[in-house]
C-alpha cells in the first residue's frame, strides 16, 4: 500500500470578474487542477515539475489541507482525507511537513531559531526545550550557537536548513518541499540537495519535490511527473524519462535544460506561443497550440491517459 494515493483529483478556483461572468452566462469558476493521479510509497521522492501557474503548488496545499478539492480522492496511509475534519487535520499534520518556497519569508521575523524549530512541538503539546532546539538543528548540520539568532541574521542557505529542521521536528512521514533551492547559488544548492538525501536516507521521509529545477529532479527522485496546466502529461521513473520522453512537452523542457558541458550539443525543441489561460482552455489537446508535431486531430479530441507498464503519457502521437 502507498503511503499517499492521489485519484483524479480537482480543483477549482472562483473566477475574477463573477458578475459579468453570471452576465454572459459563463461558469463562476475553472479548473486548476483537472483530473490528476499520482502515488508515492514510503522512502520515495517524486519530482512535479511543470511552468509556474500549472497547478504544482496547488496541489500541495490541497494535500496538506489549505485548499478543498472539488472531487477526487486523496488517500494518506490508508484514510481517505479529501473531507477530513478539523480534528482529522490537527492529527494529519502531524504526519505531514511543508517546506515553504520562501525560506526567510517564511519565518517569523520575531523568533529566534530556536523558537521556529521547536513550535511544532509546542503547538501539538509536546516538549520543546533547548536540548530539543540543538538536536533539529544538530540534524541539518548546524551548530547550537544558532539558537539565538533571527532569520535576518541567516543566509539563505542557513534559512533553508532551519526550515528542513521545522519541518522534520514531528518526525513526518511525507514532506512537501516547494520550490527548496530556490533563490540559492549552485554550491548551496548542492548542499542543500545533499541534506534532503541524507535526512530521507537516516529517516525514512517520503518527499514530493515541487520545482522547476529539472538538474535538481534528475539527482534526487525517483519518480518525476510533468504537469502542464493543471493536467500530467507524463509521469513515470526519473531515469526513463530523462533517456526517453513521450510528450512533447516533456521533450521540451528536458532539451531546454542547460548542459553544463560546453562541448555538448543537443536539439533543441523550440514551442511557439505562449502557455494559455486554465479559465479558457484550448479545445481538444491543452499542448497543441504550442507543440512542434501537433496535427489536425490534437485540436479536436482531449487525449486519454495512456499507460505503459511504471510510466505514462497524455498524448495521441507521442514521441
Excluded at 497547478?55 to 478543498?68: D, N, W
Excluded at 520522453?245 to 521540451?252: D, E, F, K, R
Excluded at 489561460?277 to 482531449?302: A, I, L, M, Q
Aim: proline share 7%.
Amino acid at each position: 500500500m502507498s503511503l499517499l494515493e492521489v485519484t483524479d483529483l480537482r480543483i477549482r478556483y472562483a473566477r475574477q470578474g463573477r458578475v459579468r461572468a453570471a452576465l454572459r452566462r459563463e461558469p463562476h469558476d475553472f479548473e486548476a487542477v483537472s483530473g490528476v493521479s499520482f502515488r508515492i510509497d514510503a522512502g520515495q521522492t517524486l519530482g512535479l515539475v511543470g511552468e509556474s501557474g500549472s497547478g504544482k503548488s496547488t496541489i500541495a496545499r490541497t494535500l496538506i489541507g489549505l485548499k478543498k478539492p472539488a472531487s477526487g480522492s486523496i488517500r494518506f496511509d490508508g484514510q481517505e482525507i479529501s473531507a477530513a475534519s478539523r480534528r482529522d487535520w490537527a492529527r494529519l499534520r502531524r504526519q505531514m511537513s511543508m517546506m515553504w518556497q520562501d525560506p526567510v519569508g517564511s519565518l517569523s521575523p520575531r523568533l529566534t531559531v530556536g523558537s521556529l524549530v521547536t513550535e511544532p512541538l509546542r503547538i501539538h503539546g509536546m516538549t520543546g526545550d533547548r536540548a530539543e532546539a540543538e538536536r533539529l538543528l544538530g540534524l541539518v548540520g548546524l551548530p547550537a550557537e544558532y539558537i539565538s539568532r533571527y532569520p535576518h541574521q541567516l543566509s539563505g542557505g542557513q534559512a533553508r536548513r532551519v526550515g528542513v529542521a521545522r519541518a522534520l521536528a514531528l518526525d513526518p512521514k511525507l514532506l512537501i518541499a516547494d520550490e527548496p533551492t530556490a533563490g540559492l547559488d549552485m554550491s548551496v544548492q548542492g548542499e542543500v540537495l545533499n541534506l534532503l538525501n541524507e535526512v530521507q536516507k537516516r529517516t525514512g521521509v517520503a518527499v514530493l519535490v515541487i520545482t522547476h529545477n529539472l538538474n535538481l529532479v534528475r539527482h534526487v527522485t525517483d519518480r518525476m511527473a510533468i504537469m502542464y496546466l493543471g493536467r500530467f502529461v507524463e509521469e513515470g521513473p526519473t531515469d526513463r524519462i530523462f533517456d526517453h520522453s513521450h510528450h512533447p512537452y516533456t521533450a521540451a523542457l528536458l532539451s531546454a535544460n542547460p548542459e553544463p558541458d560546453p562541448d555538448a550539443r543537443g536539439a533543441r525543441v523550440t514551442l511557439s506561443g505562449e502557455v494559455p489561460s486554465p479559465v479558457n482552455r484550448p479545445s481538444g489537446c491543452d499542448f497543441h497550440p504550442r507543440c512542434p508535431w501537433s496535427r489536425p486531430e490534437c485540436g479536436k479530441t482531449v487525449p486519454d491517459w495512456v499507460p505503459e507498464g511504471d510510466r505514462g503519457h497524455r498524448c495521441m502521437f507521442p514521441l
